[in-house]
């Protein structure tokens, strides 16, 4: 055995033990101890049957994926399931906390699967941009069926035990102690029953390729997902170990694809992101009561994160209207989730038990923290905090969730400032994971750490930004929109731009993103800092004179393109007013239109939020590269499967990105700032 894995014995029964902590992660360490392990096994014959187990929380909650983008260590996966497979002899496998990716392989390879309560299965590995590689596609069928095993791996959807073992994924479920009723299962079972010996159940054509369809569809026909499909299909026409053998060879190849190496970086850089080093040692403050200032589209969306958060849950408006409109806003939701089964009626019930909504201030004295969700307006921002700070307990921490606002200058209209922060959630706030969590210039660290523990709990994803006007995200994706201005003004279309930058995986053009939320709030941003802008920079009026012209997006019917009909439904149509337009912005300034093509278009849409990205990161708004991914992809429609602006600013290299920000600069013309690709290339803390 290795230290990763021990064997013990109970009687007639082995106990194969996994203990390679935190998670059990299937390394090289752990399959060498698992086979060394299974081969004592199988020559002793006093043990006629045996149990593999996960030491600690969890069974083996997934692969070590750092291996991924190495050359494969021996022994690889699939040859300790086939050592359990020939042993000749029961295996059971005794799944706790989690059993993920191989590790719900290996519990597939074995005879049996028994569960403790609480357990989670899945085989998520598409979403790392591979396809399970030790069997997961060939077993899971033999037992769900082609179409939901397509289903199950294509959207790497986990399951409860107690649903997996409605499907038949797992044979019993316990609340008792799981070794020993694993032991007491092992001695049950008589002989091998392994799922290859199993017929893979019939079904029509119509079945699998319906399934197939909406998994294709649903998964954008990313690589890892046409090759899950196809692994899968295998498992009715081929031989089982032929099937096998493909299924291995796409996932060699797809594990060291760019798109997995995206992923993964993805999946690290979510992981870090929240965690935030300086407060080692700090203790967050304690919060069981949330107040919400202002019942609009963020505050009903955030009481909702709450509510399912467990926490007790305030909404405080000015006026009983757009109370009871936040209210029945949350009760919709409520009744909408209960009717598709998301939820069950007693866990919606529970949710709005555990609102109160009130007009009286007086109310938020028992909140341990308030959220401000009102108008974006600065003097409206710094009165309601002033009003809150005469009323909140000491020590209760006072979050804006504004966009763009100064978290200071909101946190000095109180007496006391070292409480305030920023948390910036994005919309849908019950649907979004991003929170952009804005330390102040003095906020206490207790209250930096609070916030991101309190995001944490809500099941979103914190990331630390420091105070700057539109912190990390709302700052790269106005540069970004910018230049797609600068493009239109040189002779691009609004829908050429979109086309190549959704082309490129963006949910969203920026120009079909900006007629949704609408031209008048970043003109209001414009106005609102006219006086500070450098006169001398290159300014593009093109936004303006649309809100002039009183197109400000969708709600007005038009914009950027015309809609028509129900506009919230309708696809935008291109339209010659604005082709117009843009002619004559352009001819104002004499400059000379030319025509884009898509590459041009990406790259230098790409080249300006990774140059704002850099300079983000020499003011420290930001303190590691990759939280911007995390930011970017999360909160932005940046396709994952790219890894975010700084994971495709590091492929370019080096050299390569010095010479095309250069490029940048020079066609940005004035006012352009470049900021140092070193940073990029950085890991950060
Ligand atoms: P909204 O207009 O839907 O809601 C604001 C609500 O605040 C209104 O119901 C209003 O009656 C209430 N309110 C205004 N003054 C108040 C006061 N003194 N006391 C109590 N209630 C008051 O606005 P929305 O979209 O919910 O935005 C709220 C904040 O969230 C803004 O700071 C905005 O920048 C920020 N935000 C908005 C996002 C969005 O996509 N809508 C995304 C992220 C942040």
Redesign the pocket.
């Known amino acids: 055995m290795t230290e990763r894995v021990k064997l013990e014995r109970d009687g007639d029964v082995a106990l194969i033990i996994i203990d390679n902590p935190p998670i059990n992660a299937g390394s090289a360490e752990v399959r060498t101890g698992l086979l060394a392990a299974i081969r004592e096994f199988q020559d002793d014959p006093q043990l006629r049957s045996a149990v593999l187990i996960g030491a600690g929380a969890t069974f083996i909650a997934g692969s070590d994926l750092r291996e991924f983008g190495q050359p494969l260590q021996e022994p690889q996966l699939p040859a300790v399931i086939e050592a359990i497979e020939r042993c000749g002899k029961p295996v059971v496998a005794a799944l706790h906390g989690a059993a993920l990716g191989g590790g719900f392989e290996l519990a597939l390879g074995c005879d049996a699967r028994i569960a403790r309560s609480g357990t989670m299965v899945g085989l998520p590995e598409v979403t790392l941009g591979i396809v399970p590689g030790a069997g997961g596609t060939q077993r899971l069928p033999r037992i769900v069926g082609i179409p939901r095993a397509i289903r199950f791996i294509c959207t790497g959807e986990r399951l409860n035990c107690e649903q997996a073992f409605m499907v038949g994924l797992i044979d019993e479920i316990t609340s008792s102690d799981l070794r020993s009723a694993a032991v007491a299962h092992a001695r049950r079972l008589r002989g091998k029953r392994l799922l290859r010996d199993l017929p893979v159940p019939g079904v029509t054509e119509a079945d699998v390729e319906s399934a197939a369809d909406e998994a294709r569809k649903a998964g954008k026909n990313r690589p890892a997902v046409l090759a899950a499909v196809e692994a899968i299909r295998y498992a009715a026409i081929l031989p089982f170990d032929d099937a096998l053998v493909r299924e291995r060879a796409a996932f060699q190849v797809l594990r060291v694809s760019p798109e997995a190496q995206a992923l993964r970086h993805l999946f690290f850089a979510e992981r870090n992101a929240s965690k935030f080093p300086q407060l080692a040692g700090v203790k967050p403050r304690q919060v069981g009561h949330l107040a919400i200032?202002?019942?609009?589209?963020?505050?009903s969306g955030i009481a909702i994160a709450a509510l399912d958060g467990d926490l007790n849950v305030t909404l405080?408006?000015?006026?009983v209207g757009?109370l009871q409109r936040?209210v029945d806003r949350i009760r919709e939701h409520y009744a909408r989730r209960v009717a598709a089964g998301k939820v069950n009626a007693e866990t919606a019930a529970n949710c709005e038990f555990r609102l109160r909504a009130t007009t009286d201030w007086n109310v938020l004295a028992d909140a341990d923290l308030v959220i401000e969700?009102?108008?974006?307006d600065i003097a409206?921002k710094r009165?309601?905090f002033a009003r809150l700070d005469g009323i909140a307990k000491p020590g209760a921490i006072l979050a804006s969730?504004?966009?763009y606002l100064d978290v200071d200058l909101i946190a000095a209209a109180t007496s006391r400032p070292r409480d305030v922060l920023g948390l910036?959630?994005?919309?849908p706030a019950n649907v979004m994971r991003l929170v952009e969590v804005v330390r102040g210039a003095v906020t206490a660290p207790d209250v930096v750490l609070t916030g991101l523990e309190v995001v944490k709990r809500l099941g979103k994803l914190p990331v630390v930004t420091g105070n700057a006007f539109g912190f990390v995200g709302n700052r790269i994706f106005s540069a970004y929109r910018r230049h797609c201005e600068f493009m239109l003004e040189e002779g691009a279309l609004p829908e050429q731009v979109d086309a190549a930058l959704e082309a490129f995986g963006f949910a969203m053009g920026p120009f079909a993103v900006a007629d949704l939320?609408g031209l008048d709030i970043a003109w209001r941003i414009r106005q609102s800092r006219a006086a500070t802008l450098d006169t001398a920079a290159r300014y593009v009026r093109i936004p303006d004179l649309l809100c002039e012209a009183g197109r400000l997006g969708r709600k007005t019917g038009s914009g950027y393109y015309l809609y028509e009909g129900d506009a919230r439904k309708s696809r935008g149509r291109v339209d010659s007013f604005v082709h117009e337009l843009l002619i004559s912005a352009s001819a104002d300034k004499n400059i000379v239109r030319r025509t884009f093509g898509a590459d041009e278009i990406q790259l230098r849409a790409l080249l300006a939020m990774a140059n704002e990205a850099a300079l983000l990161l020499a003011q420290g708004v930001v303190q590691r590269a990759s939280d911007v991914d995390v930011v970017l992809v999360n909160g932005y429609g940046f396709p994952r499967w790219e890894g975010g602006p700084v994971f495709w600013a590091r492929q370019r290299g080096s050299k390569t990105l010095q010479a095309e920000l250069d490029w940048l600069e020079r066609v940005s013309g004035a006012g352009f700032v470049q900021g140092d690709p070193r940073h990029l290339f950085e890991e950060g803390s």
């Open positions: 200032i202002g019942a609009g589209t963020m505050g405080l408006e000015q006026e757009a936040g969700a009102v108008f974006e409206v009165e309601v969730n504004t966009s910036h959630f994005f919309s939320s």
